[in-house]
């Protein structure tokens, strides 16, 4: 049997949402222009060009806008998680719910103990009519 040229293999990770996935695509290209700027900045500082000022100066922009740009990416993974919800065992709606079972126990098992007390102090007694 010949061997295969392509094996198909399962993704380890789940693939990123969408918003978040373009956020980083966007800022992946920001980074690489910013740095291919610093470059250009750096040869024309060495070459003593005129233009080695402006460069720095966008280069100095360019930093700002990349740093906004990352900042960006996680800002949109955490909005993404927050209304889309996030995996988690147990999930947070589980969590919840089993909240709500206990204080709903709890506050059942203090009414039947209120019930009981009220019952055993008026069993011995004769009305006070």
């Not at 900042?71 to 927050?82: A, P």
């Not at 126990?105 to 039947?112: E, I, K, M, Q, Y």
């Not at 103990?113 to 055993?120: T, V, W």
Request: charged share 25%.
């Amino acid at each position: 049997m010949p061997r295969q040229l392509w094996v198909e293999e399962p993704a380890t990770r789940r693939r990123m949402p969408d918003p978040v996935r373009t956020a980083a695509v966007r800022a992946v290209i920001i980074m690489s222009l910013t740095i291919i700027q610093a470059v250009v900045a750096f040869l024309c500082t060495l070459a003593g060009s005129w233009l080695a000022f402006p460069m720095v100066l966008g280069g100095v922009a360019g930093t700002v806008v990349a740093t906004w740009s990352v900042l960006d990416v996680w800002v949109t993974r955490q909005v993404w998680n927050q209304r889309h919800g996030v995996v988690s065992v147990p999930s947070s709606t589980a969590r919840r719910m089993r909240r709500e079972r206990r204080v709903a126990r709890r506050a059942a098992r203090s009414r039947a103990r209120g019930e009981s007390r009220i019952r055993r102090r008026s069993e011995g007694r004769l009305s006070r009519a």
